[in-house]
């Protein structure tokens, strides 16, 4: 179905076919832009900025791109297209026909997701509010605010299924997704790593390669949800947030080049010497990749969880990617889980499987953050140098689960408290390396021009050059 954005509010859902719907969105709509000029990137509100902007929910052009200022976005509701023959991939109603509505007894836990998961949207924007102040070139400029509009518009598309499908519950809940702050003392976000400040573009790509591939796996799960709209809207979702994790995967891979390049220049490996020279060095990268890394993990909740149990069991919530598993309704499966033991020890114990979705979905997540490790590898490798990163084991620094609060080492031993303490700034960020890292962080604006302590990227956006002006400001 094809975008109107000749509406107020541009969408794919027959928004003018309900009028109720449509005044309350409407009446929500001027808060939103209220939240996005107060919370929202600071400054840059006159500068015109190389956009994509939905047109179509097809795979084929459903980005269009242009000079947009941020205000002037248009921000709208898209699901993806539905399959009228869809049926229920899992859990206890597997092969029913997908719901179209809200089943009552599941309107608490539902609207529960949807919240969660819609309040980490906007909170990222905060997150990055200043961020643009010192950003390392006008191209990295863009990709932030390319993200920030884009979890802008992530609120909108869980704000319309708050609306339409929970009633007056459903429309304050959307009154409180702005009313929430990262941060804030008083009313923070609902998930810890979205109260994380994110005040430097080193942990804004650890935060997008770490942060937002976890919202690839919550919005994956979500996809499967037997509510058909839900899944439709994580599916369009999802086309938007892969631009996010490459501006991680890209960002952190450039940080890794200029730092090599520096090595080279050097004729040395030595943290401080790359550190002298203006590049952040490995080891200071692999403590912040260990802390985002880690902060991340507690995203996806207790190992041990009859939440998830049941998401999984109503149809709620699935797997990434159900249809690559035999078995969808995993009953009557163990799952060996490893937990500590109060000798110290590590002792595993056989859990039903769908208590153990979270360990699961968790365990996926890990595998696809292997991924770009290998790649950075590679890249050291290539470049004749002999450290390497690795991500620490699940078990390290830890604040949620079983692990939450067991001090272990980033190899997953567990070790004394003391010791803890002590190797500590070997392993997570000291307030040193972010003293460092901030120092660097100068804004760079010449047209293709990057900061000193990151490599240019291998193409522009588009296929434009990299010399293009990105932002004018
Ligand atoms: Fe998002
Ligand atoms: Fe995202």
Known sequence: MAINYSEKIPNN???????????????????????????????????????????????????????????????????????PARTIGFGDHMGEPAWQQVPGELRSPLRRLIVTQGDTE????????????????????????????EEGRHLWAMVYLLHAYFGRDGREEAEELLERHSGDADKPRILGTFNEPVTDWLSFFMFTYFTDRDGKYQLKSLAESAF??????MRFMLTEEAHHMFVGETGLSRVIKRALEVMAELGTDDAMAVRNAGAIDLPTFQR???????????????????NAASSFATGLKGRPDEAQYDDHRCLDVAFELAQPDPGRGIRTESIPLRNAMNEVLRTSYVRDCELGLK???????????????????????????????????PGGAIIDESEYRRREGEWLPTAADRAFVKSLMQRVVAPGKMAGWIGAPERGINNLPIEYEYVRL
């Open 13 to 83: 859902v027959n928004l003018t076919d309900d009028r109720t719907l449509q005044r309350a969105l409407e009446h929500w709509q001027p808060k939103f832009l209220q939240w996005w000029q107060t919370m929202g990137p600071s400054d840059f509100a006159g500068a015109d900025i190389y956009l994509r902007t939905a047109i179509g929910v097809d795979a084929a052009g459903w980005a269009s791109y242009g000079q947009v200022r941020m205000p002037d976005y248009r921000w709208g509701i898209f699901l993806a297209d539905g399959d």
């Open 288 to 306: 912040y990749l260990n802390f985002w890394f880690s902060s991340s993990l507690d995203l996806f909740g207790s190992e041990v969880s009859s």
């Open 375 to 409: 790649r950075w590898n590679r890249q050291l490798e290539r470049a004749g140098t002999g450290q390497r990163l690795a991500l620490p084991s699940p078990r390290f620094h830890r604040t949620i689960g079983v692990w939450a609060g067991v001090p272990c080492d």
């Open 228 to 233: 058909d709209p839900l899944a439709r809207t």
């Open 122 to 149: 906007p909170a990222s924007v905060e997150q990055q509010r200043l961020l643009g102040h010192s950003c390392p070139s006008l191209y990295d400029l863009r990709n932030l605010f390319q993200i920030n509009v």
